[in-house]
């Protein structure tokens, strides 16, 4: 299975901080939305050199299973 980022957008969190919504496609053409707060939206952006949300399109869903594990390994 090869499911990449359909698109993403920035949203403010109920405290304040913003993070990201990131809408995975998958190959059966379901979705699914993904969470992801301020350290995962670094560590996703910084591992695929994007400076915008618009270049994480098509970007394989392992790498926001990466940026959620390095958010979570925090504590």
């Known amino acids: ?6 698109h993403a957008e920035v949203t403010a969190a109920h405290d304040g ?11 059966n ?3 699914s939305e993904v969470t ?3 350290l995962a939206v670094d ?3 910084n ?3 994007a400076s915008s949300v618009e270049e994480l399109e ?3 869903w392992e790498r926001v299973r990466d940026a959620l ?3 979570y390994n925090r504590f």
Do not use: H, R
Request: glycine fraction near 8%; charged fraction near 20%; proline fraction near 0%.
């Open 69 to 71: 594990t390095v958010s």
């Open 58 to 60: 098509g970007i394989s």
């Open 43 to 45: 560590a996703l952006m």
């Open 29 to 31: 053409g379901g979705f």
């Open 1 to 6: 299975m090869s499911a990449k980022i359909k």
């Open 47 to 49: 591992s695929v050199k």
């Open 17 to 27: 901080i913003a993070e990201m919504i990131v809408c995975i496609e998958f190959d």
């Open 36 to 38: 992801l707060d301020a």
